[in-house]
């Protein structure tokens, strides 16, 4: 039996002809698949009626805008408060440090925390240019002042996620792995250009640390192409695997992912499920895209393309209804 894919894609985040190449390769991998590719500007009257009597999966990265399918199911992108993903990583049993939306008055102690904690904003978009990662000792937490920040800080403005703290090493490392419906399409690594200081240091040495790769000081020490490199790491690839069954109805995941220094255990950070993750085209990116090689240095690695179009036509085989 036929079955249609349908790719929704929204012009303003990612081009649209990174769609039309990965639906090709799903027809190559599936003959009896039609793989139609769409816009959000587009309605669902684009697809002639005659191929809506077969089962169809609708994969939308972000909001569906005037494509509105009427009949299948769709697996859409959207923004999950990041509190909430720690709760379903911890349903699905992925391992993401202890966490929980930072308030002054609770009580937190070393003996379920740890010694330190990271102190960040939880507000959309407030993360994306790095420099908000607090280090914090655990006891130290009910001193905090959000009012010795400027008055338009996000550590003063923004609501705080409080995280238990993991340690990456004397340079913080991270990865981002994108995948879709699981399966990944790129992995890089990112280390800071900047030393933390030794976890004995004074508590105002400790507050004013830098525990993050993508840190303006850092990027500003080595450059930003010098922070990150396409790494293929087994380990971490199949960990992400892990982390994007939690949730299964959001296609394109984002995932962040670290690796503690003295054990090698592997955390889950986030999965950004809000879809502006598309770095092989998104207009946000492309600055940083053009540092790292262009969208060839993404979509090589694991020729992403191809990837994409071999899970979709096995899932479009699964899913489509």
Request: proline share 7%.
């Amino acid at each position: 039996m036929q079955k249609n894919l349908i790719l929704v894609a929204n012009p303003h985040g990612m081009d649209p002809a990174d769609f039309d190449e990965i639906a090709a390769n799903v027809a190559r991998e599936d003959s009896r698949i039609n793989a139609f590719r769409v816009t959000t500007e587009q309605a669902a009257e684009v697809i002639a009626d005659s191929y809506w009597r077969f089962p169809t999966l609708t994969i939308v990265f972000g909001g569906l805008g005037k494509f509105k399918p009427p009949r299948g199911i769709v697996l859409q992108n959207r923004p999950v408060h990041k509190y909430q993903q720690y709760v379903q990583f911890c349903l699905a049993g992925v391992r993401t440090p202890r966490t929980a939306n930072f308030s002054p008055a609770a009580r937190y102690l070393e003996s379920e925390w740890g010694e330190f904690c990271i102190l960040k904003p939880v507000d959309m978009g407030k993360m994306g240019k790095g420099g908000l990662l607090r280090l914090q000792r655990t006891r130290r937490l009910p001193a905090f002042d959000p009012t010795q920040y400027p008055a338009d800080h996000p550590l003063r403005t923004s609501r705080l996620l409080l995280q238990s703290f993991i340690d990456t090493g004397n340079f913080a490392v991270s990865w981002r792995v994108l995948t879709l419906l699981g399966e990944p399409l790129y992995c890089f690594r990112s280390a800071s250009g900047v030393e933390r200081p030794p976890l004995d240091a004074r508590d105002e040495v400790i507050e004013k640390a830098i525990v993050e790769p993508k840190h303006p000081e850092g990027k500003a020490k080595v450059g930003y192409e010098n922070l990150r490199a396409f790494v293929t790491d087994p380990e971490i690839m199949e960990f992400a695997r892990q982390a994007a069954r939690a949730f299964p109805r959001v296609p394109l995941l984002g995932c962040d992912i670290i690796r503690e220094a003295g054990t090698g255990a592997l955390y889950v950070l986030e999965v950004n499920p809000g879809g502006n993750t598309w770095h092989f085209s998104s207009p946000l990116f492309a600055n940083q895209r053009a540092k790292l090689g262009g969208k060839a240095s993404f979509t090589n690695q694991l020729d992403a393309f191809v990837v994409a179009g071999r899970v979709l036509a096995r899932r479009t085989e699964e899913l489509a209804a």
